[in-house]
């Protein structure tokens, strides 16, 4: 309900109310004679861009290219690479829009990526969302398997139903991600090995500081029982984790993240996500841990400008290469 709200909201301000402010400013800034003329002129280019975003800016997919250089990274994998994608919130992508979701899985299988990882957001609202896509999403492949997260719409926490339902729909989702074949990471970790080296890839469930957000990550269970020398690659679908969980609780090297889609709009490198996420898209440093943010396959509304949907393919390098 909250979701639904939401769109309709977002409608409401870009058909009605941002025109309506527009044609104001025309009439207080310009002659009378002009100023009805400028306000059409205004909004037929809102409009216009609106359109744009929707049936062009939303198609659009680029393959971003990261190299992450780290002293603790083992020789054996120097040279590993990740492909990372976010927010695919698949039920956006049906009908017409199914070409998408099998465009995507063929351009990462191209990458012939050492692993791949999903850090979340596979639902709009709810896990009926995700059985048609099955198929296409089970054909994803990499050498030492796909890795998985969920996001905070990956619990339904949208839908107004009851607690009870509410978890039938948690359990059915977490069903839906393992038909596909992935390594679901509910607070886990694996090890990649690599003859005697290895590192690991954790995955915890979701932790955000924002109102309503799921509050399940836990580091500790996350990496128990992991040396604090290995290196880590943490999966953790809200970026807000990693400063105020990640960073003082272990010693995770890089970390990747999404949830933000880069606010599926930008203008000349500004997004108005940056007013709600300190680190919103891109890598961030400190010393040598890092944090990336993906901004995301999809939407829960279709629509992108000025930031287009992305495959992430991370190389990973050790500084101990002579």
Sequence with gaps: MIARLAILFSLLVV??????????????????????WGSCACTLFIWGTIAYGVFIGFEELEVRQVEYVSSELPLAFDGYRIVQ?????VGTFKNSRKWMMKRAVDVMNAQQADA?????????????ELEQHIPVLSCLHAHDGVFSIL???DYSIYVDVDSVTREQYNMKTQQLFRQTGWTLLMNEHRVIRRGADSIVIA???????????PR?????????GVNDSTFVVMLSHDPTAWREKILPECRAQL???????GGQFSLFGWSPVAWSYDEWEGTTYEGERALHVSTGLGGLIP?????PAEIVVITLRSKKVK
């Excluded at 058909?15 to 009805?36: H, S, T, Y």
């Excluded at 791949?116 to 009926?128: R, W, Y």
């Excluded at 970390?255 to 889609?261: A, D, F, I, N, R």
């Design 255 to 261: 970390t990747l993240s999404g949830h933000t889609h």
């Design 216 to 224: 399940r990550g836990d580091v500790g269970k996350t990496l128990e």
């Design 15 to 36: 058909f009605i109310g941002i025109p309506a402010l527009m044609a104001l400013l025309c009439r207080l800034m310009m002659p009378r004679r002009w100023w009805k």
């Design 116 to 128: 791949i990882v999903f850090t979340g957001d596979l639902q709009n609202l709810h896990p009926e």
């Design 203 to 213: 995955g915890m469930e979701n932790w955000g500081s924002k109102l309503r957000m």
């Design 303 to 307: 629509f992108r400008l000025g930031m």
């Design 151 to 153: 996001g905070n719409h």
């Design 85 to 89: 994608f976010s927010d695919a919130h």
